[in-house]
């Protein structure tokens, strides 16, 4: 059984900094790509950021580009998500996602089988 719990989320002004962490046990961390969606009231749950496991490769959406940074702790089995300059746009859910599928679109959702429960960031003007 794999699990990932959230934590970190609160509410912030713009400009504001946070840094929200995901904490995984069970399965194999390791050979895991992990990434961060989020979704808004009303939208659809969008691609944030994604880590790989060896070479900790890192895509961002072009929303989140420059003011956020994913990393990871093997080690620990942690992944975490600081997120700087924050605008209320970024208002949302934040999900932590793990897949340990090989050569695939990792900015899309069926491709992790392994989802948090959320953890809601509010940023307000």
């Known amino acids: 059984q794999v699990q990932l719990v959230e934590s970190g989320g609160g509410l912030l002004t713009t400009g504001d900094s946070l840094t929200l962490s995901c904490a995984v046990s069970?399965?194999?961390?390791?050979?895991?790509?992990m990434a961060w969606f989020r979704q808004a009231p009303g939208k659809e749950r969008e691609f944030v950021a994604f880590?790989?496991?060896?070479?900790?490769?890192?895509v961002y959406a072009d929303s989140v580009k420059g003011r956020f940074s994913i990393s990871r702790d093997n080690a620990n089995q942690m992944v975490y998500l600081q997120m700087n300059s924050l605008k209320p746009e970024d208002t949302a859910v934040y999900y932590c996602a793990a897949s340990s599928r090989d050569y695939m679109d990792y900015k899309m959702r069926r491709g992790y089988a392994y989802w948090g429960q959320g953890t809601q960031v509010t940023v307000s003007s």
């Open positions: 069970g399965g194999s961390f390791g050979n895991y790509v």
């Open positions: 880590i790989t496991s060896s070479t900790r490769r890192t």
